[in-house]
């Protein structure tokens, strides 16, 4: 036997907890950092992305002087 129980919404969010990119459930919570211009939180898939973009390929730089 099934009870459906109502859910009530105690939890006052600040908003709906959603990805400002890709409208996507919050499985992290990150903010966007300023020179993003982004409203809102990131889900840690857009974030990883925008952190890529914004600092491409650092990870790969030599000094070889
Ligand atoms: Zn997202």
Not at 32 to 55: A, D, H, R, V
């Amino acid at each position: 036997m099934i009870f459906i129980t109502k859910i009530k919404k105690c939890d006052v969010l600040e908003e709906d907890q959603k990805c400002s990119l890709c409208n996507g459930p919050l499985d992290h919570i990150y903010h966007p950092m300023e020179k993003w211009n982004i409203k809102g939180l990131l889900c840690s898939k857009c974030y990883s992305q925008k952190i890529f973009e914004t600092y491409p390929g650092t990870h790969e730089r030599v000094n070889k002087s």
